[in-house]
């Protein structure tokens, strides 16, 4: 009864501005003792897109498939809130480690401005045509941009890859994501939906079963587990291995303008190919909350996140290609969602 209310409350911004609120009111971030590295040795990259863009949306247009789901032609896929913004300046208080920051653009420019100029790191922007080969371009895939971030020009060995969703929530040091050469992963509880269940042309649980037969065939263990949709820490040793071992089934992925059925997952099949070469470890410390921000329900994980500032080690504030019309919000309410629940991320982060 009580989240049926809060579910129909979510649809009203004041009675979702009054949580935030009383939070600000109540809530403190806790005290951090985590060591402060000096080293500044992993670089991060985002994948950055202006849906909104005259030249963008007429090139999306013409390469556009006829057949495309709707799961893979979701408005949600690419349009966005200034979260890349807030994403950036968490990354600037709680990862003390962070060299560069890459911003991947299809020759857009995100307006970085309001950053300032006292960044702990330099903010480079990289087209698709400076390490994408040429063949596969244009590309509006984000699976085919993932597979080729290795090439990427001055690249650390170690990096975490990040979609502009996706934040870290309090102080972490190298050691969170990375030991030597190995990477830290991290998984759920929530496991793949049922191979035999999905649809023929299904674009998302598809590509991740089909990770997982891959990574069977080599004999490597694997986790029908999701991972946490968070930075990913990534070498580009293990992603070289990657296209070595599976260069068809890449090539086919990077072809791929679009998302589609017969494409994998690059960075969960290079989270099985890292365990299966003994260059993974599971994290030590996870703390994980995900809200899925175009749902009126997601009011009770915003309720958690609001009352729990800097406990969250990786967050993410989904756009979901897909919600039920009985559980979504308007775009206008969630633009104000996004809006209020970034100042609130900003306002908290640890010092």
Not at 85 to 110: C, E, G, H, M, W
Not at 212 to 240: F, N
Request: charged fraction near 25%; charge should be positive; hydrophobic fraction near 45%.
């Amino acid at each position: 009864m009580i989240r049926a209310l809060l579910k129909t409350a979510a649809k009203c911004s004041l009675a979702e501005a009054a949580v935030f609120g009383f939070a600000k009111l109540i809530g403190k971030a806790p005290a951090t003792s985590a060591k402060r590295d000096l080293a500044r040795e992993v670089d991060a990259v985002y994948l950055w897109v202006n849906d909104q863009d005259p030249q963008w949306k007429a090139k999306r247009a013409q390469f556009r498939p006829t057949g495309e789901t709707k799961v893979a032609a979701s408005a949600s896929r690419f349009r966005q809130f200034n979260e890349l913004l807030t994403s950036i300046k968490l990354l600037a208080v709680n990862a003390p480690f962070i060299r560069n920051v890459y911003v991947v653009v299809d020759d857009q420019q995100p307006n970085l401005a309001s950053l300032g100029h006292d960044l702990p790191f330099e903010i480079v922007l990289v087209n698709h045509s400076e390490f994408i080969p040429e063949k596969f371009l244009p590309t509006f895939n984000s699976r085919a941009i993932t597979a080729h971030l290795h090439l990427i020009p001055g690249l650390s060995e170690r990096f975490l890859y990040l979609n502009d969703d996706v934040f870290i929530g309090r102080s972490s040091v190298v050691e969170d994501w990375f030991d030597g050469d190995k990477i830290r992963t991290r998984f759920t509880e929530t496991r793949f939906a049922a191979a035999e269940t999905l649809a023929e042309n299904e674009v998302l649980y598809r590509a991740r079963w089909k990770a997982v037969d891959l990574a069977k065939a080599k004999g490597w263990s694997v986790d029908d587990r999701m991972p946490e949709h968070a930075p990913y820490p990534l070498t580009k040793t293990i992603m070289q291995k990657l296209w070595s071992e599976f260069p068809a089934e890449l090539a086919e992925t990077a072809r791929s303008k679009f998302r589609t059925s017969e494409a994998i997952l690059p960075e969960l099949l290079a989270f099985y190919l890292a365990a299966g070469n003994q260059l993974a470890l599971p994290a030590m410390n996870s703390s994980y909350k995900y809200v899925p921000m175009n749902e009126a329900s997601a009011i009770m994980p915003l309720i958690d996140l609001a009352l729990k500032p800097g406990r969250f080690l990786t967050l993410c504030l989904n756009d979901v290609s897909e919600v039920a019309p009985d559980n979504q919000i308007s775009e206008k309410a969630l633009a104000k969602r996004y809006a209020r629940t970034l100042r609130f991320l900003e306002a908290t982060a640890a010092k």
